[in-house]
């Protein structure tokens, strides 16, 4: 029987080529066997940070040259990796934890060396956006990956706001210094109803995967200072698809309308159905101005 490391030789390992390696995101075990190949093959390694890349070939028994390839300086060093293309090398890309290139560096590099005409060359591995939809369940059978909000509280509600009627799970990475607030923020976008799930050092040793509402999650997070610490992925429902609830909806605004104004019409509204507050009163403006018309 032919043995994994045989598998993993098998493969075509061009010269010239980038390989975009990816590398555990807490678990080192995680690392997979083509990786360990590659990063043993390649002749240098594009890290995000030396000193980081450097511990883990240690712990791995490896040992490669290293360029340093950050947020900051992606295109200068890309010509640098271009030039050890062109002479022929292997070389690899790998981030601090990961997929390079998802909410890390990698992208620009993967741009530049195939618009310069190389391969790139894909090896699949960790990720914390993969790691916590595969067990989030059924509620985030289609998603968008959204990354970082933006960290000031005007610009995060203003990305908030423009998402209020997407229907697809969307997907949020968060620092530990900023998750409360940010799961606050959410609340206050989407509403109290929809569902989220926290899932916070995945594959490491205090990970923890919380399934909850908006509504509950604020008090969730502050029961416990731990709850707060290390690193999350935050999952959060998409809308609920307009056409199947938004004739009960208009039902409810149009009953709520003959009472209240529109604020506090949208307010009610949110309360009895779980849906966002946001939409409901942009709903409840259009519902009004249809009024106003017939009359
Ligand atoms: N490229 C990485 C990937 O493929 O997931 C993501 C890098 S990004 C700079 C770091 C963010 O990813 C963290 O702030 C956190 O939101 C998320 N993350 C990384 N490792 C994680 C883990 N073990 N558990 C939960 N979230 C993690």
Redesign the pocket.
Known sequence: MTSLLELAQAQQYPVATLYVV?TP??NLADITLRALHVLGLVDRIAAEDTRNTGQLLTRFGLSKPLIAVHEHNEREAAQRVIDFLRAGERVACV??????????P?AKLVDAVREAGFQVVPLPG???????LSAAGDWVATFTFL??LPPKPKQRATALQSLVAHEHAMV?????HRIVETVQALADAFGPGRRLLI??????LH?ALHRCTLAEAPAWLAEDANRQR?????VVEGAQVAAASGEDHDALLRVLLQEVPVKSAAKLAAALTGASRNALYARALELKGEEKEDD
């Open positions: 990816a995101i807490g981030s601090d934890a990961g997929t390079p290139g998802i909410s890390d990698g960790a990720s914390a956006l993969a790691t916590a990354g970082f949020f990475y968060e620092a530990p899932a916070r050092e995945l594959t490491k990970e290390g690193e999350f992925v935050l």
